[in-house]
């Protein structure tokens, strides 16, 4: 028997007064689905004296904020991100999840309890999900043997003169540098490693990377996303620029570098981030396999709610990542308000 997997991008629900809101636009869709994997771009959390821009750290009320993740059939999230930050948020968040019964991965009280995955269980088939960040704060974020924190795939970056031919260009002063980055090696084996491990226990393996700035695909995130793939790993996706980005096709496997914003109402000093363009993931999975994956874009309305989007209303932005994608070697045919993303044979 086949399931039917949906994925998304950041789920922030700051602010949220009424629950019933974000998703009830998307709602039934999710209860009629196997499993809901979501990026939680937000804690569950009330801080003691209240929220502060100073510190980094997005918190939602966690009554309202749990209601609002099991009233839209959310099964699991992703908790390894830049806003799931401090010892008592997450650990509060945590107990929150697991009261609510909802399966998290990326975060804990020590970093083997933040790398451990979550395997679900649908009609005898196990669906594994694990969650790394790329993008965190350098001090009391990243878990340590002994320290509450997210499970991190570091990265670095270079900065050096483009190259023309093979050689430094001629003297001309004020020229951009060319920006390099890449994973560090230690912490891309310690994954892969995670990823082949879940692949023996479960039957479907997703792999979740919050990770980018901006547009760009950089080095490092393509490195991750191949190093997922080579693992064992049947689909990765990315999130963090709050950007739909490219979409890659690596061995017959989907890479989604960015699948942007679908539940984010306010950010950073409570500014109100608008309608910024997200991408649903589908996943139909038959025999252990992927069989089709497809998204339908979505935006937000003024309400706060996650509004699935015509395609016909969304062509400027079709266009542009069907033509970045072809980049990647992913071939993009919309059919009707979704886009199929070919796998191959």
Not at 45 to 74: C, H, K, M
Request: aromatic share 8%; net charge negative.
């Amino acid at each position: 028997m086949g399931a039917n997997v949906i994925l998304t991008g950041d789920v922030n629900l700051m602010n949220v007064a009424d629950p019933k809101v974000p998703f009830a636009l998307v709602k039934d869709e999710f209860g009629a689905a196997d499993i809901v994997f979501s990026n939680l771009e937000c804690c569950l959390y009330r801080p003691p004296n209240g929220q502060s821009i100073e510190n980094e750290g997005f918190f939602a009320d966690p009554v309202v904020a749990g209601e609002a993740l099991t009233a839209a059939a959310i099964g699991a999230v992703g908790i390894a991100n830049n806003v799931n930050y401090g010892d008592a948020a997450i650990t509060g968040s945590i107990a929150r999840l697991d009261q609510l019964g909802i399966a998290h991965t990326g975060a804990g009280a020590n970093r083997v309890a933040a790398r451990a995955p979550v395997i679900l269980e649908r009609d005898g088939r196990g669906f594994g999900f694990l969650q790394r960040s790329s993008v965190y704060w350098p001090t009391n974020h990243e878990a340590g043997d002994n320290a509450v924190g997210i499970a991190v795939i570091r990265g670095h970056t270079a900065y050096q003169a483009p190259m023309h031919g093979g050689r430094p260009p001629a003297n001309r002063p004020g020229l951009p540098p060319q920006i390099l980055t890449w994973a560090d090696k230690q912490y891309l084996q310690w994954f892969a490693e995670d990823v082949a491990a879940l692949r023996a226990q479960a039957d479907i393996v997703v792999a979740s990377c919050h990770w980018g700035v901006n547009r760009e695909v950089l080095q490092y995130m393509t490195e991750i996303g191949h190093a997922a793939i080579d693992a064992g790993a049947d689909i990765v996706i990315g999130h963090g620029p709050h950007y739909s980005l490219p979409i890659e096709v690596y061995k017959g496997r989907a890479i989604f570098y960015g699948l942007g914003s679908f539940s984010f109402h306010t950010g950073h000093g409570g500014r109100r981030h608008g309608d910024w363009l997200g991408m649903m993931v589908r996943a139909a999975c038959e025999a252990g396999r992927i069989e089709r994956v497809a998204f339908q874009f979505v935006r937000h309305d003024d309400r706060n709610r996650t509004v699935p989007r015509a395609l016909a209303d969304e062509r400027a932005a079709f266009d542009l990542i069907a033509q970045e994608s072809a980049g990647f070697g992913a071939k993009l045919t919309a059919l009707d308000d979704e886009v199929a993303i070919d796998l191959g044979s």
